[in-house]
C-alpha cells in the first residue's frame, strides 16, 4: 500500500516537472524574435515609420494610445519592410481609427520596465512584459501622425468597431453626464471617459470592475444576469445570458482579452445551467490550458486573465458554500444570490487585487452587495437608451429616464462609500504571502466540499 502510494507521489511530481519544464520553455519561445529587436538598430534616433492602426484606439483624458503595426522604415527615397508592433503616445485631435494607415515621425524607444504609483500605493508593474504579451516592444511618444489611407484592417473588426462607435455617440446624446460614460463602461467597458476622479472613487469603493473591460466583470455581470433571469424557464435563462455575453464580446471588437473573459463566464452559466461543476471545471483548465499554449505571456503579465480565471473559480466553487450564510436575506430581486456571488467572487479575488494594487478596500463586499443586483437592470435600461435613441430621443425618453436614475444611483453609492474614513487601505504584499492564502484557501474549500459531500 505504501509502496503503491509512493508510486503515485512520484508519478504526480514527475507530471509536474515535465509540464513545468514544457511550460517555461514554452514561455522562453513565445516571442517572435525577428519583430522584437527589429527597431534595435534605430533606437533614440529620429525616423520615419509606416504603418496601420492595429487596436481600437484608446482615448484618455489628456492624449490617445494607438497600436501600430508597422509595414515600413522610410531610409532615404527607400522604403524598407519592417514588421513590429508600437505603441505610440499622441495627441487626442486628429481623430484615428482602426485600420488607418498613419505615417509616424518621431522617436522610437524602449518601453520602460516598470510602472509605479505613489510610494507605498502598490508594487511596480512590469510595463514592458505587459506589451510584450501581446506583441508591443516599442513606443514612440507624441510623434508627428500623418494619416495616409483609411477602412484597412479586417473589414469585420473594423465594422465592429464602428458599431460601437456609434452606439457610445448615440447614447451620449440621450444621458446626461457622468452618467453615459458610466453606461458605456458597464455595457462595453469604455471607461476612459469617465475621468481620473470618478475611477479613483469607483477604486476606492472596490467596484471599479464594472467598468474594466476584463474577465471580472464579465463573469461577475454574467452571474447577475443569470440570477435575475431565474424566474423563465431554464434554457430561456441561459439562451439570453449567453446571448448577451456573445453581443458584448461582438461589440467590443471581440479582442483576445475579452474573448478569454466571454469564454470563462459562458462556462460558469453552463455550470449553473447543467449543476455539473466538476466537468465544468475540467473544461474551465482545458481552455486555460489552450489560452495559455497560444500566448504564455498572459498567465504572468495578463491581469485580466487572473481575474477571470480566479473569479470564475470563486463563482463555481465558493457561492454554493456561501449561500448558507445568507439565508437571512430576500431571495427576492436576486439579494441573496448577489451576495453569495459577492462574496465568493470576493475571497477569491481580494488577494490578487491587494497584490496587483496595493490597496485593501475594506468597504467592497458592501459597494458590491449595494451595487451589483442593480446591475442587469441598469445594464439593460442603459442598453435600450441608446438603441432607441436612434428612432428619435422622444422614444428613447422613458428608457432613458430610468437609466439615468440607475446609474445616478450606482454614482452616488461610490461617492458616499469612497468618502468612509479608510475606505481603503495601502497594503504591500509579497508573492510569497499571496501564494500561502491561496494555498489556505484551497485547503479550506477541499475540506468544506468533502464534508458537504459526506454530509
Keep these: 500500500m505504501k509502496s503503491d502510494f509512493n508510486r503515485s507521489v512520484l508519478c504526480v511530481a514527475g507530471l509536474f516537472l515535465i509540464a513545468a519544464g514544457a511550460g517555461i520553455f514554452r514561455f522562453d519561445h513565445s516571442g517572435d524574435l525577428l519583430r522584437v529587436h527589429a527597431l534595435d538598430p534605430y533606437l533614440e534616433r529620429a525616423i520615419i515609420l509606416e504603418g496601420t492602426v492595429a487596436d481600437e484606439p484608446d482615448v484618455r483624458m489628456t492624449h490617445t494610445n494607438l497600436t501600430v503595426e508597422t509595414t515600413h522604415l522610410l531610409v532615404g527615397e527607400d522604403r524598407v519592410p519592417l514588421a513590429t508592433k508600437i505603441r505610440v503616445v499622441t495627441e487626442q485631435y486628429p481623430e484615428f481609427s482602426y485600420g488607418d494607415g498613419i505615417r509616424l515621425s518621431g522617436n522610437a524607444e524602449l518601453p520602460g520596465m516598470s510602472l509605479g504609483g505613489e510610494e507605498g500605493a502598490g508594487r511596480s508593474f512590469n510595463y514592458r512584459a505587459y506589451l510584450a504579451k501581446d506583441g508591443v516592444y516599442y513606443q514612440m511618444f507624441r510623434p508627428r501622425v500623418e494619416k495616409i489611407f483609411s477602412r484597412g484592417g479586417n473589414p469585420v473588426t473594423r465594422a465592429l468597431f464602428s458599431l460601437k462607435h456609434t452606439y457610445l455617440t448615440t447614447l451620449a446624446r440621450v444621458l446626461p453626464e457622468p452618467h453615459a460614460s458610466l453606461a458605456g463602461g458597464i455595457i462595453l467597458g469604455a471607461k476612459e471617459a469617465l475621468g481620473d476622479e470618478v475611477l479613483n472613487t469607483f477604486r476606492t469603493a472596490g467596484i471599479i470592475h464594472i467598468v474594466v473591460l476584463s474577465g471580472y466583470n464579465v463573469t461577475i455581470i454574467a452571474e447577475a444576469i443569470g440570477r435575475a433571469l431565474v424566474f423563465l424557464p431554464r434554457t430561456a435563462g441561459l439562451g439570453i445570458s449567453a446571448a448577451s455575453i456573445i453581443l458584448f464580446a461582438l461589440m467590443t471588437g471581440a479582442g483576445a482579452t475579452v474573448v478569454r473573459a466571454s469564454l470563462m463566464a459562458l462556462l460558469v452559466l453552463l455550470a449553473r445551467a447543467t449543476g455539473r461543476v466538476s466537468e465544468i471545471t475540467t473544461a474551465l483548465f482545458i481552455a486555460a490550458f489552450f489560452m495559455l499554449l497560444a500566448n504564455p505571456k498572459i498567465l504572468v503579465f495578463d491581469p485580466s486573465f487572473q481575474l477571470s480565471f480566479l473569479a470564475t473559480m470563486g463563482l463555481l466553487f465558493v457561492s454554493p458554500l456561501v449561500t448558507r450564510f445568507f439565508l437571512w436575506l430576500p431571495e427576492r430581486?436576486?439579494?441573496?444570490?448577489?451576495?453569495?456571488?459577492?462574496?465568493?467572487?470576493?475571497?477569491?479575488?481580494?488577494?490578487?487585487?491587494?497584490?496587483?494594487?496595493?490597496?485593501?478596500?475594506?468597504?467592497?463586499?458592501?459597494?458590491?452587495?449595494?451595487?451589483?443586483?442593480?446591475?442587469?437592470?441598469?445594464?439593460?435600461?442603459?442598453?435600450?437608451?441608446?438603441?432607441?435613441?436612434?428612432?428619435?430621443?422622444?422614444?428613447?425618453?422613458?428608457?432613458?429616464?430610468?437609466?439615468?436614475?440607475?446609474?445616478?444611483?450606482?454614482?452616488?453609492?461610490?461617492?458616499?462609500?469612497?468618502?468612509?474614513?479608510?475606505?481603503?487601505?495601502?497594503?504591500?504584499?509579497?508573492?510569497?504571502?499571496?501564494?500561502?492564502?491561496?494555498?489556505?484557501?484551497?485547503?479550506?474549500?477541499?475540506?468544506?466540499?468533502?464534508?458537504?459531500?459526506?454530509?
Design 333 to 455: 430581486w436576486g439579494i441573496r444570490d448577489a451576495a453569495s456571488a459577492t462574496l465568493a467572487t470576493q475571497i477569491f479575488v481580494m488577494p490578487a487585487l491587494v497584490y496587483m494594487t496595493g490597496t485593501f478596500s475594506a468597504i467592497a463586499f458592501l459597494a458590491n452587495l449595494l451595487v451589483l443586483p442593480l446591475m442587469p437592470v441598469t445594464m439593460f435600461f442603459s442598453f435600450v437608451s441608446g438603441i432607441s435613441a436612434f428612432f428619435g430621443p422622444i422614444a428613447s425618453a422613458p428608457f432613458s429616464f430610468v437609466a439615468t436614475a440607475l446609474l445616478g444611483y450606482i454614482l452616488k453609492v461610490a461617492e458616499i462609500l469612497s468618502l468612509v474614513p479608510f475606505a481603503a487601505v495601502s497594503l504591500r504584499v509579497s508573492f510569497f504571502v499571496v501564494f500561502i492564502v491561496y494555498a489556505l484557501l484551497c485547503m479550506i474549500l477541499f475540506a468544506l466540499t468533502k464534508n458537504k459531500g459526506s454530509g
